[in-house]
């Protein structure tokens, strides 16, 4: 699978993970995920490449607990260092 639709999986994979997503252009400033007002948001900045942006939002994704329960692609179980569920 090409990077840019890994990319589009994992945001699909984010926002059913509750996290609220919005790409803008940072300039490759610091973005990533934030909490504010009670609600997950992983802020990908377009200024990267496609696999930096990808990065960004994996590294987000390593901090939800119930991570290991979603329904996921083979790709990015192994990005995310998770083991398929019976």
Same mark, same amino acid.
């Given at each position: 699978?090409?990077?840019?639709?890994?990319?589009?999986?994992?945001?699909?994979?984010?926002?059913?993970? +509750?996290?609220?997503?919005?790409?803008?252009?940072?300039?490759?400033?610091? &973005?990533? &995920?934030?909490?504010?007002? +009670?609600?997950?948001?992983?802020?990908?900045? #377009?200024?990267?490449?496609?696999?930096?942006?990808?990065?960004?939002?994996?590294?987000? #994704?390593? +901090?939800?607990?119930?991570? &290991?329960?979603?329904?996921?692609?083979?790709?990015?179980?192994?990005?995310?260092?998770?083991?398929?569920?019976?």
């Amino acid at each position: 699978m090409h990077t840019v639709e890994l990319l589009e999986q994992a945001i699909a994979l984010a926002e059913r993970c +509750g996290f609220v997503v919005r790409q803008d252009w940072f300039g490759g400033t610091a &973005a990533g &995920a934030c909490e504010f007002k +009670g609600r997950r948001w992983i802020f990908i900045d #377009l200024a990267l490449t496609p696999r930096e942006q990808l990065d960004q939002i994996v590294d987000a #994704l390593r +901090g939800v607990p119930t991570l &290991a329960q979603m329904e996921m692609i083979d790709q990015l179980q192994k990005m995310l260092n998770l083991r398929k569920t019976a």
